[in-house]
């Protein structure tokens, strides 16, 4: 199982989230995937993402939220989540 890192901005895009009422048992069973390295579900659209979150992945954990990390064979680190407005501006 791979170590979780993660950074204090998604500390606090936790906390908005759940205050927004989002299903956080979303947020765990994607956590809990990309720990135990297991093939994330096409429905998560998983990407890798270009210019200044290179090389950051994002998934989807509804249409409007989502998850900003990196992984390697030892950790995952968990940099953002939240709208694309949250996350991207726009």
Same mark, same amino acid.
């Given at each position: 199982?791979? =170590?979780a890192s993660f950074t204090g901005q998604f500390k606090r895009d936790v906390k908005l989230a759940e205050k927004r009422g989002k299903d956080m048992r979303k947020l765990r069973h994607v956590i809990k995937l990309l720990l135990t390295g297991a093939v994330l579900?096409?429905?998560f659209g998983? #990407?890798? =993402?270009?210019?200044?979150?290179?090389?950051?992945?994002? =998934? #989807?954990?509804e249409a409007d939220w989502l998850l900003i990390y990196t992984a390697d064979e030892k950790k995952v680190h968990l940099e953002r989540t939240g709208t694309h407005a949250d996350l991207f501006g726009k």
């Open positions: 199982m791979r =170590l579900p096409a429905e998983d #990407h890798p =993402l270009k210019g200044e979150w290179k090389p950051s992945r994002d =998934l #989807h954990l």
